[in-house]
């Protein structure tokens, strides 16, 4: 007997995605089809995506900058708008820098630093064991070391005032809003890589600090904020002994601040 031939729904499946309010349900329905190699698989991904699952925690991956990076359950899937970051940290990276991506999650950023900025040391380090563990199946193929502490504590001290760029795509929701995020981050990344404290800046406060005794004369922080908190955040790094200057994407409404140490 011939085996039976997988013919999913497609029409039925972007149906009940977009009542469960996925936006990009078209776009959802193909990616959930070709994760499926039969009906039960299809019927499985699309039961826990309408139940609010993320859907890159269901492939197993997130395309970031064009590239696709493995995402753990729990772990924080990096966003679209991130790209700006990346480009703002690239601009001012330099040749052949030293780079440290703290705050790394998944390890998106340091995946694409090493291809873009051609680094001669290149690390990550998360606090989350969870994030670690995913960055480091990211990053291990490239012999990029992930390291697991809090902020700069983990880092081998020999780079201590040598760094080049530092990179951080940290915490900066306020803790009073995070119960307004979307249930996908809400329910399923972890809430230290959302809740930034009571003005959604306390730890970037502490990653300028860290910088400015990590970075090198002339090296250069860049991170990823609100359009509302920047200004406070470039105070903060101005009264860290740090230049900043804000970068603006109005398309992906995304803000990233750069920020250098005098030389």
Known sequence: MAPTVFTPDRSALVHRLRAAGCVFAEDEADLLIAAADTAETLTRLADRRVAGLPLEHLL???????????????????RARTALLVDAAVAVAG????????????????LVLHERTAPRWLAAADVDPVAVACARR????????VYQGDLFDPVPARWRGRLDLVVANAPYVPSDAVATLPPEARLHEAPLAL?????????????????????APGGHLAVEVSAEQAPALCAAFTAAGLDPSVVRDEVWEATAVTARRPG
């Open 95 to 110: 040749p052949a820098p030293a780079v440290l991506d703290l705050c790394c999650g998944s390890g998106a950023a340091a």
């Open 195 to 215: 809740d930034g404290g009571a003005d959604g800046l306390a730890v970037l406060r502490r990653v300028a600090a860290g910088a400015a005794e990590w970075l």
């Open 60 to 78: 197993g991956w997130a395309e970031f900058c064009g590239r696709r990076v493995f995402v753990h359950p729990g772990v924080f899937v990096p």
């Open 138 to 145: 990211n990053l291990d193929p490239l012999g990029v070391p």
